[in-house]
C-alpha cells in the first residue's frame, strides 16, 4: 500500500511539472500572438509592455520574471517580481539565451512543428537553473495573429516568462494536491522522504521535489500493534479491527485518488470542465457517434465582465463566475460545460436537433440577462453566444471553429445575442476583413476619410453659432460610406484613436478661417481612456492657432460608466483648458440625471427618438424634464433632429437654445458649408438646404 500510494504521488508530482511548462507557453500566447504586442514593441513602448506583458503576467498568471528581447537578443523590457530580485539580470540571461538561440534558429527556418488550432506559436521551454534557483524558462516569438503585419522570419521580437519552482510554489502545489511538508531540495538524501528529480532536456537534474509520502500501511501496522500484543485472547478483535480500518482507509486512498483526478480536468474557480477536458469529450463523442446522431456545441463569452472587475474588484468577479457557472448548470442540465478562459465557457449537448440547439442558447443569452447579487450590489452583464452542429463523426477542430466564427457574428450584431453557424459567415467574416484592411489603409494613407459639416442654429435669433464635424468614408468601390457602418470596425481593430485624429485636425483647419465660430467633434471611450488625449487635443488646438474654448467635444452617456476614472480625469484636464463638453444623444445610453449631475459637462444634445416623439403625440414631458435638468444644473441645450417646422416651433417654446437636423441643413461638405456660412434658422426653415450627397444621421 505505501508503496503504490508513493508511486502514485510521484507520478502526479511529474505530471504537474510536465503540465507547467505547457501552461506557461500558453499564458504567453494570451498577449504575444497579438498585433498590438508586435506594434507595442517595436515602438518601445515601456508602460504599455509593463501593462501587458510584464507585471500583469505576473498579477494574473504569476510569473516572477518577464523579458522582451530584440531579434539581436538585447533587453528592450524586463520585469522582476519583488521577490525575487535576488537574482541578477545577467544570471536570468544566462539561463535563456540557449532557449533563445534555439527558438531563432527555428524561427529563421521557418520551423512551424507543432503549431496547431491550440498552439499558436512555436516557442523553446526548459527546466533551468537561474540563479541558484531551479525554475521553467519559456521563450516564444511576439508575432500577428491578424496575419496582416510583415514580420521576416527570425526578425520577431522574443517574449521569456520565469516561474520559479522552489519559495512558495512546491507549498502552494503541497497545499493543493494534499502533499505533506512539499519543498525543493537540491539532493535527494536520505529514505524518509520522497523525491522526484527535475530533469533538464539535456538530462540533467536540476534538484528534486520532496514530501513525507503517504503510508496508509504503515498507518495502519502502528495502529494495529498494540491489538496484536493484546495477546492471543484479542485477535479476533484485532483482526476486526484491523479489517475495518483497511477498509476506511482504502475509501479514503480512493476518495483521495478521485479528487486529484477531479483537480486535474476541472476549472479549479467553478469545477466545470477545463479546456483540455472538454476538448477530450468532445472529441471522444464525435469519434463515437452514429451517423444519425447530431452534436452541438456552445461558445459563451460573458459582455461587460471587465466592467464589473473595475468597478467591484477582482473578488466579486470571481463571485460572479461562479454564479455564471451555477447557471449554465441549471440551463444546460444535459450539457458537458466547460471553462476555457477568465470569462469564456463551452458547452457540448449530446444528440439533439437544431431546434434544441437554438433553444439552449435562448436560454442561456436569456440567464445571463437576469442581474447577479453581488453581496447587494446588483450587477447586470449578459452573454453572446456562438452555435454550431455537426451529424455523425465530425472533426471536433472544425466545430469548435464554427462556433467561434459564429460567436464573432454574434457580437458583431451588438452583443447579448446568439448567432447560429451557417456557411454565409466565412463569408461574411472574410468580407469583415477586408473592409478593415481598406480602413487600414485609408486611416493611415490619411486618404478617402471626409469630413461634413452640419451648421446649428440658435432657436432664437435663427443665427448659425457653431458646426459639428462628422466623418465619413468615400470607399473606392462602395462608395460613400456612414459611420454606422466603419465607426464599429474601427473601434474593434482599434484604429478610433488616428481617426479621431484625423476628424479633429480637418475640423481645427476648417474653422480656423473664421475667428469666431466653435467646431465640436464626437470622441470615442478609447480615445478618452488615454492618458495623453489631453495633450493631443491641446497641441492640434495650437497648431492651427485656435482658442480651446471654440471646441466642443461630444461623448456619448455610456462614458460616464466608466470604472476606472480615467474618463473623468481626461475630462476634467481638458475643460480646465476650456475644451467645452457635451453629452450627445442625451436619453438613450445608461446614465441618470444623477449621474450626470456628478460630471463636469456644459451641454446636452437631445436625442433625435424624442424629437421625432414630441411631432408624433405631442407629448413634451420627457423633452420639459431634461430642459428643466439643464437649467438647474447650468448646461446648454441643443435639440438634433430637427425635420419640420412644427418640431422646431415647439422646441424653442419649450426652452432649448441650439437646434440642429435637415430641416436647417444637412451635413456640407467644407465647401459646401464656406458657402451657406451666415445662413440663418428663419432662412433654412423656409428653404431646407439641400446640398449633402446622401442623408445621413450620427456620428
Same mark, same amino acid.
Given at each position: 500500500?505505501?508503496?503504490?500510494?508513493?508511486?502514485?504521488?510521484?507520478?502526479?508530482?511529474?505530471?504537474?511539472?510536465?503540465?507547467?511548462?505547457?501552461?506557461?507557453a500558453?499564458?504567453?500566447?494570451?498577449?504575444?500572438?497579438?498585433?498590438?504586442?508586435?506594434?507595442?514593441?517595436?515602438?518601445?513602448?515601456?508602460?504599455?509592455?509593463?501593462?501587458?506583458?510584464?507585471?500583469?503576467?505576473?498579477?494574473?498568471?504569476?510569473?516572477?520574471?518577464?523579458?522582451?528581447?530584440?531579434?539581436?537578443?538585447?533587453?528592450?523590457y524586463?520585469?522582476?517580481?519583488?521577490?525575487?530580485?535576488?537574482?541578477?539580470?545577467?544570471?536570468?540571461?544566462?539561463?535563456?539565451?540557449?532557449?533563445?538561440?534555439?527558438?531563432?534558429?527555428?524561427?529563421?527556418?521557418?520551423?512551424?512543428?507543432?503549431?496547431?488550432?491550440?498552439?499558436l506559436?512555436?516557442?523553446?521551454?526548459?527546466?533551468?537553473?537561474?540563479?541558484?534557483?531551479?525554475?521553467?524558462?519559456?521563450?516564444?516569438?511576439?508575432?500577428?495573429?491578424s496575419?496582416?503585419?510583415?514580420?521576416?522570419?527570425?526578425?520577431?521580437?522574443?517574449?521569456?516568462?520565469?516561474r520559479?519552482?522552489?519559495?512558495?510554489?512546491?507549498?502552494?502545489?503541497?497545499?493543493?494536491?494534499?502533499?505533506?511538508?512539499?519543498?525543493?531540495?537540491?539532493?535527494?538524501?536520505?529514505?524518509?522522504?520522497?523525491?522526484?528529480?527535475?530533469?533538464?532536456?539535456?538530462?540533467?537534474?536540476?534538484?528534486?521535489?520532496?514530501?513525507?509520502?503517504?503510508?496508509?500501511?504503515?498507518?495502519? *501496522?502502528? +495502529?494495529? $500493534?498494540p !491489538?496484536?500484543? &493484546?495477546?492471543?485472547?484479542?485477535?479476533?478483535?484485532?483482526?476486526?479491527?484491523? =479489517? /475495518?480500518?483497511?477498509?476506511? *482507509?482504502? +475509501?479514503? $486512498?480512493? !476518495?483521495?485518488r &478521485?479528487?486529484?483526478?477531479?483537480?486535474a480536468?476541472?476549472?479549479?474557480?467553478? =469545477? /466545470?470542465?477545463?479546456?483540455?477536458?472538454?476538448?477530450?469529450?468532445?472529441?471522444?463523442?464525435?469519434?463515437?457517434?452514429l451517423?444519425a446522431?447530431?452534436?452541438?456545441?456552445?461558445?459563451?463569452?460573458?459582455?461587460?465582465?471587465?466592467?464589473?472587475?473595475?468597478?467591484?474588484?477582482?473578488?466579486?468577479?470571481?463571485?460572479?463566475?461562479?454564479?455564471?457557472?451555477?447557471?449554465?448548470?441549471?440551463?444546460?442540465?444535459?450539457?458537458?460545460?466547460?471553462?476555457?478562459?477568465?470569462d469564456?465557457?463551452?458547452?457540448?449537448?449530446?444528440?439533439?436537433?437544431?431546434q434544441?440547439?437554438?433553444?439552449?442558447a435562448?436560454?442561456?443569452?436569456?440567464?445571463?440577462?437576469?442581474?447577479?447579487?453581488?453581496?447587494?450590489?446588483?450587477?447586470?452583464?449578459?452573454?453572446?453566444?456562438?452555435?454550431?452542429?455537426?451529424a455523425?463523426?465530425?472533426?471536433?477542430?472544425?466545430?469548435?471553429?464554427?462556433?467561434?466564427?459564429?460567436?464573432?457574428?454574434?457580437?458583431?450584431?451588438?452583443?447579448?445575442?446568439?448567432?447560429?453557424?451557417?456557411?454565409?459567415?466565412?463569408?461574411?467574416?472574410?468580407?469583415?476583413?477586408?473592409?478593415?484592411?481598406?480602413?487600414?489603409?485609408?486611416?493611415?494613407?490619411?486618404?478617402?476619410?471626409?469630413?461634413?459639416?452640419?451648421?446649428v442654429?440658435?432657436?432664437t435669433?435663427?443665427?448659425?453659432?457653431?458646426?459639428?464635424?462628422?466623418?465619413?468614408?468615400?470607399?473606392?468601390?462602395?462608395?460613400?460610406?456612414?459611420?454606422?457602418?466603419?465607426?464599429?470596425?474601427?473601434?474593434?481593430?482599434?484604429?478610433?484613436?488616428?481617426?479621431?485624429?484625423?476628424?479633429?485636425?480637418?475640423?481645427?483647419?476648417?474653422?480656423?478661417a473664421?475667428?469666431?465660430?466653435?467646431?465640436?467633434?464626437?470622441?470615442?471611450?478609447?480615445?478618452?481612456?488615454?492618458?495623453?488625449?489631453?495633450?493631443?487635443?491641446?497641441?492640434?488646438?495650437?497648431?492651427?492657432?485656435?482658442?480651446?474654448?471654440?471646441?466642443?467635444?461630444?461623448?456619448?452617456?455610456?462614458?460616464?460608466?466608466?470604472?476606472?476614472?480615467?474618463?473623468?480625469?481626461?475630462?476634467?484636464?481638458l475643460?480646465?483648458?476650456?475644451?467645452?463638453?457635451?453629452?450627445?444623444?442625451?436619453?438613450?445610453?445608461?446614465?441618470?440625471?444623477?449621474?450626470?449631475?456628478?460630471?463636469?459637462?456644459?451641454?446636452?444634445?437631445?436625442?433625435?427618438?424624442?424629437?421625432?416623439?414630441?411631432?408624433?403625440?405631442?407629448?413634451?414631458?420627457?423633452?420639459?424634464?431634461?430642459?428643466?435638468?439643464?437649467?438647474?444644473?447650468?448646461?446648454?441645450?441643443?435639440?438634433?433632429?430637427?425635420?419640420?417646422?412644427?418640431?422646431?416651433?415647439?422646441?424653442?417654446?419649450?426652452?432649448?437654445?441650439?437646434?440642429?437636423?435637415?430641416?436647417?441643413s444637412?451635413?456640407?461638405?467644407?465647401?459646401?458649408?464656406?458657402?451657406?456660412?451666415?445662413?440663418?434658422?428663419?432662412?433654412?426653415?423656409?428653404?431646407?438646404?439641400?446640398?449633402?450627397?446622401?442623408?445621413?444621421?450620427?456620428?
Open positions: 500500500m505505501d508503496a503504490a500510494a508513493a508511486q502514485r504521488q510521484q507520478d502526479l508530482v511529474t505530471l504537474i511539472v510536465s503540465n507547467m511548462r505547457t501552461e506557461i500558453h499564458d504567453q500566447e494570451s498577449v504575444t500572438v497579438w498585433d498590438d504586442a508586435v506594434t507595442r514593441t517595436a515602438e518601445r513602448d515601456v508602460d504599455w509592455l509593463d501593462a501587458n506583458l510584464g507585471s500583469w503576467m505576473h498579477s494574473y498568471f504569476q510569473h516572477d520574471a518577464a523579458f522582451v528581447l530584440a531579434a539581436d537578443g538585447t533587453d528592450i524586463h520585469f522582476v517580481a519583488a521577490d525575487d530580485r535576488s537574482v541578477t539580470l545577467e544570471e536570468f540571461r544566462t539561463a535563456y539565451l540557449p532557449l533563445v538561440a534555439q527558438l531563432q534558429q527555428r524561427l529563421f527556418a521557418d520551423d512551424t512543428t507543432g503549431v496547431t488550432e491550440r498552439v506559436s512555436i516557442g523553446e521551454s526548459d527546466l533551468a537553473v537561474v540563479g541558484g534557483r531551479p525554475a521553467i524558462v519559456s521563450v516564444k516569438p511576439i508575432v500577428s495573429d496575419g496582416d503585419l510583415e514580420q521576416r522570419p527570425g526578425d520577431e521580437n522574443l517574449h521569456v516568462a520565469v520559479f519552482l522552489d519559495g512558495s510554489f512546491p507549498s502552494s502545489i503541497g497545499s493543493q494536491y494534499q502533499f505533506e511538508d512539499m519543498h525543493f531540495t537540491p539532493q535527494a538524501d536520505d529514505s524518509e522522504h520522497a523525491y522526484v528529480p527535475l530533469i533538464s532536456s539535456k538530462r540533467e537534474t536540476i534538484g528534486y521535489f520532496c514530501w513525507t509520502p503517504f503510508r496508509p500501511g504503515a498507518t495502519v *501496522r502502528n +495502529e494495529t $500493534l !491489538a496484536l500484543g &493484546a495477546g492471543v485472547l484479542c485477535i479476533f478483535g484485532a483482526t476486526s479491527v484491523l =479489517g /475495518l480500518l483497511l477498509f476506511r *482507509r482504502s +475509501e479514503r $486512498l480512493s !476518495a483521495s &478521485a479528487e486529484l483526478q477531479h483537480l480536468h476541472h476549472d479549479v474557480l467553478t =469545477g /466545470l470542465a477545463n479546456r483540455a477536458s472538454f476538448n477530450k469529450a468532445l472529441e471522444r463523442e464525435l469519434e463515437a457517434a451517423p446522431d447530431v452534436h452541438g456545441v456552445l461558445f459563451i463569452d460573458l459582455d461587460r465582465f471587465k466592467a464589473v472587475n473595475d468597478t467591484f474588484g477582482h473578488p466579486a468577479g470571481d463571485r460572479l463566475i461562479k454564479m455564471v457557472a451555477e447557471r449554465l448548470r441549471e440551463v444546460l442540465p444535459h450539457a458537458i460545460v466547460g471553462r476555457i478562459g477568465g469564456e465557457f463551452t458547452a457540448l449537448l449530446r444528440k439533439i436537433t437544431e434544441d440547439l437554438v433553444k439552449a435562448e436560454d442561456v443569452v436569456h440567464a445571463m440577462e437576469q442581474p447577479f447579487d453581488l453581496d447587494g450590489a446588483l450587477a447586470t452583464i449578459g452573454a453572446s453566444v456562438g452555435a454550431a452542429l455537426a455523425g463523426r465530425a472533426d471536433p477542430t472544425e466545430l469548435t471553429r464554427q462556433a467561434d466564427i459564429a460567436l464573432y457574428h454574434a457580437k458583431a450584431a451588438g452583443r447579448n445575442r446568439y448567432a447560429l453557424f451557417g456557411d454565409h459567415m466565412n463569408q461574411l467574416l472574410r468580407a469583415r476583413r477586408e473592409l478593415e484592411n481598406d480602413l487600414r489603409h485609408a486611416i493611415e494613407t490619411k486618404t478617402q476619410i471626409e469630413i461634413h459639416y452640419q451648421p442654429y440658435s432657436a435669433t435663427g443665427e448659425m453659432c457653431s458646426v459639428e464635424a462628422l466623418v465619413r468614408w468615400r470607399h473606392p468601390k462602395k462608395g460613400l460610406l456612414g459611420p454606422d457602418i466603419f465607426i464599429p470596425v474601427a473601434e474593434e481593430a482599434g484604429l478610433i484613436t488616428a481617426l479621431g485624429l484625423i476628424v479633429l485636425d480637418d475640423a481645427c483647419a476648417t474653422i480656423s473664421w475667428n469666431d465660430l466653435p467646431v465640436s467633434v464626437n470622441a470615442s471611450a478609447a480615445e478618452l481612456k488615454l492618458e495623453s488625449y489631453p495633450l493631443r487635443v491641446l497641441s492640434t488646438l495650437a497648431r492651427h492657432n485656435i482658442e480651446p474654448g471654440r471646441l466642443e467635444i461630444e461623448i456619448t452617456e455610456s462614458l460616464l460608466l466608466d470604472g476606472s476614472g480615467q474618463c473623468e480625469r481626461t475630462i476634467a484636464a475643460r480646465k483648458a476650456g475644451v467645452r463638453f457635451a453629452i450627445d444623444d442625451f436619453g438613450t445610453g445608461y446614465s441618470s440625471f444623477g449621474r450626470v449631475q456628478d460630471v463636469s459637462i456644459d451641454r446636452i444634445k437631445i436625442d433625435k427618438v424624442f424629437v421625432d416623439e414630441l411631432s408624433r403625440s405631442g407629448n413634451n414631458g420627457i423633452i420639459v424634464g431634461m430642459v428643466s435638468m439643464a437649467r438647474a444644473r447650468g448646461l446648454e441645450i441643443t435639440a438634433e433632429g430637427v425635420e419640420t417646422e412644427e418640431q422646431r416651433e415647439m422646441l424653442g417654446s419649450l426652452g432649448c437654445d441650439h437646434l440642429q437636423g435637415y430641416l436647417l444637412k451635413p456640407l461638405t467644407r465647401e459646401q458649408f464656406a458657402s451657406v456660412r451666415t445662413k440663418t434658422v428663419s432662412d433654412a426653415g423656409s428653404k431646407a438646404i439641400s446640398t449633402s450627397p446622401v442623408p445621413f444621421h450620427g456620428r
